[in-house]
Every structure is written in C-alpha cells, then in structure tokens.
C-alpha cells in the first residue's frame, strides 16, 4: 500500500492568528512539523494542505511540498479529502492526517503508527489511543476518551468518561483499560471521501466529534494502543513558551 502524509495547515485561529507561522526557537511551526514527520517518516510522501499564501511562500523558502485548498473547510478532514481529489490519488492508498500545531509529536509515535496500519490485511480507517493516567484527565470533557472491542476497533468516542461505572463512585474508579485518544487519522483514500461527502450527524454535532461520523457509517477504525500521552499542541500563547522551552532542552541534550 501507498502511505501518504499531508498536514493540515490553517492560517486564521481566533486565539493565535497566523498559527501556522509562529515562530519556534528560529524556525515557523509548520516547518518544524514537516521536519519532524519527515525525520520519522522518511519513507511516506509528505506535504502541507494550507488556505493562505502567506504559508506557502514561507513553504517555499524550505522546498516543502504544498497544495493550496479553500479557506471554508470546516475542519482537517475535508481539507484533506480536498487534497485527496486534486492530487488525483489512487482510492486505496492510505493518508495520515497530523495536525500543523503539533510540533513536538513524538516520531517512535508515528513510526509505529505506520508500521500498526501495514499490518492490517484490510485497512480502512486508524487512529491513536494512549492510557488515562488521572481522574481529572477521565473526568475532562476536553480529554475525549474511547472505548475499543476485543479486535482494537473503536466503539466509541466520548468526552464523558467511558466506559461509566454505575456501582463505583468517581473518586474509587480504577483507571485501567480506560483510554484517552489521540488525534491522529489515518484513512483510505476512498474511506476519507466517504466520511467527508456525507453530513454531520446528531451524535457528531452533540458530542463534537467527527469521527463519530465515521462509525455511524460503518467504518472499522483500527486503533492502535500507544505507552503514553504526547506533547501537547500548540492553541494558546502559553503553550508556544512550553515548547519553545522543550526545544531549547533538546538542543542543549
């Protein structure tokens, strides 16, 4: 199979305007993403879906492959099915979806990730879970969770904290086999234009969650168990300081 990365990259964010292109300790974050994807993945093809040319010319500067999509994409997933149809690429080659504002994603993560999905004799959907480590985390509707069957495929996504244990108090909750998910994607070509043609659903919109769409149509989403939770994204100002402070420890190692 044929496994492809592209990173969504959208230049308007109510909270950090100009994401894409803050500066980290000398580099643009989404320059740095594409490094880090590449480093781990050096074997997949790998380019940036973005909205503005104000990304692509600082792209250009770097030689990092682009492909220009509409500004009005709701969300990663269409952008990348719109990708998917400009590049005109085959309906069973595989796509990973990982998000511009994630510098510090670890590779071993996503290595394993690509490694998880060759394994599949019939791949159509794949996604990344990781322990819950505290009640706060279980009890965070910010934090979604899922639940797995015997075969690893999601059966659920939620914000609430399932599996919900009716005869135990939330603070006596023993927290194993709970998992917290990670958003990372990986679809077929033909399974993403699948999820993207069709419309949100009442379970998607209450919870908000697009992959719950993907279940509703049928689709197997895979999920492999990662050991640990990975660095946290980029949405605020303060998170730009915590990575800008875990890149400079980097260098100094």
């Known amino acids: 199979m044929t496994i492809r990365v592209v990173i969504p990259s959208r230049y308007a964010s109510t909270r950090l305007p100009g994401k894409p292109l803050i500066d980290l300790l000398g580099l643009p974050m989404v320059v740095r993403v594409y490094q880090r994807v590449v480093e781990a993945l050096p074997e997949c093809d790998c380019l940036v879906a973005l909205d503005d040319r104000r990304i692509s010319q600082v792209l250009d500067e770097y030689q990092i492959p682009w492909v220009m999509t509409r500004v009005d994409h709701e969300s990663g997933t269409d952008r990348?099915?719109?990708?998917?149809?400009?590049?005109?690429?085959?309906?069973?080659?595989?796509?990973?979806?990982?998000?511009?504002?994630?510098?510090?994603?670890?590779?071993?993560?996503?290595?394993?990730?690509?490694?998880?999905?060759?394994?599949?004799?019939?791949?159509?959907?794949?996604?990344?879970?990781?322990?819950?480590?505290?009640?706060?985390?279980?009890?965070?509707?910010?934090?979604?969770?899922?639940?797995?069957?015997?075969?690893?495929?999601?059966?659920?996504?939620?914000?609430?904290?399932?599996?919900?244990?009716?005869?135990v108090v939330p603070e006596s909750i023993t927290l194993e086999g709970y998992k917290r998910h990670i958003g990372v994607y990986a679809y077929r070509v033909d399974v993403?234009?699948?999820?993207?043609?069709?419309?949100?659903?009442?379970?998607?919109?209450?919870?908000?969650?697009?992959?719950?769409?993907?279940?509703?149509?049928?689709?197997?989403?895979?999920?492999?168990?990662?050991?640990?939770?990975?660095?946290?994204?980029?949405?605020?100002?303060?998170?730009v300081k915590k990575v800008i402070s875990v890149l400079k420890d980097q260098k100094n190692d």
């Open 80 to 167: 990348i099915a719109e990708v998917c149809r400009l590049a005109g690429w085959d309906q069973s080659d595989i796509v990973i979806n990982v998000q511009g504002d994630e510098p510090l994603i670890p590779k071993a993560m996503l290595g394993a990730f690509v490694d998880f999905i060759e394994a599949k004799t019939s791949f159509e959907m794949g996604t990344i879970s990781a322990p819950v480590e505290s009640l706060s985390t279980l009890q965070d509707s910010n934090v979604v969770k899922v639940v797995t069957s015997r075969e690893g495929k999601a059966i659920y996504f939620s914000r609430f904290g399932v599996p919900f244990c009716r005869d």
């Open 192 to 239: 993403l234009s699948l999820i993207a043609k069709a419309p949100p659903i009442d379970i998607e919109m209450r919870e908000k969650l697009e992959q719950l769409r993907a279940l509703w149509l049928g689709v197997g989403i895979s999920v492999m168990d990662w050991f640990a939770q990975p660095p946290h994204g980029v949405d605020t100002a303060e998170d």
